[in-house]
């Protein structure tokens, strides 16, 4: 299974980048997606969070307090893609975002694994 990250760039504060993330490989199950980021010299932190959810209900999510109201987590389960949409961006958003997958790849009662993709850099200038 890879993870593939794109849509990073150079944005000026308050507009808007959004972030796409694409799984593929043996893949049975998407579960829970997620985006977090590394400013410099800092941890890397969650962002945003997306459950798996069902055929009527969309799965539940979860943002960084930072982030609330900003920013907004989707996925596309046809296509194996989730996204980040990044609005109003501020200089203190800019990272290297990554996203996070638990992925089941061994049929309905596979639990998942945490898998990683390889970051993409979102700079944010005043």
């Known amino acids: 299974v890879q993870l593939q990250a794109s849509g990073g760039g150079l944005v000026q504060a308050g507009g808007s980048l959004r972030l796409s993330c694409k799984a593929s490989?043996?893949?049975?199950?998407?579960?829970?997606l997620g985006w977090y980021r590394q400013p410099p010299g800092k941890e890397r932190a969650l962002v945003a969070r997306?459950?798996?959810?069902?055929?009527?209900?969309?799965?539940?999510?979860d943002y960084a307090d930072s982030v609330k109201g900003r920013f907004t987590i989707s996925r596309d389960n046809a296509k194996n893609v989730w996204y980040l949409q990044m609005n109003r961006l501020k200089p203190e958003d800019t990272a290297v975002y990554y996203c996070?997958?638990?992925?089941?790849?061994?049929?309905?009662?596979?639990?998942?694994?945490?898998?990683w993709g390889q970051g993409t850099q979102v700079t944010v200038s005043s």
């Open positions: 997306i459950d798996v959810g069902t055929m009527i209900i969309p799965g539940s999510t």
């Open positions: 490989g043996s893949i049975f199950r998407l579960n829970a």
């Open positions: 996070n997958a638990d992925i089941s790849t061994d049929g309905p009662y596979d639990y998942g694994k945490d898998y």
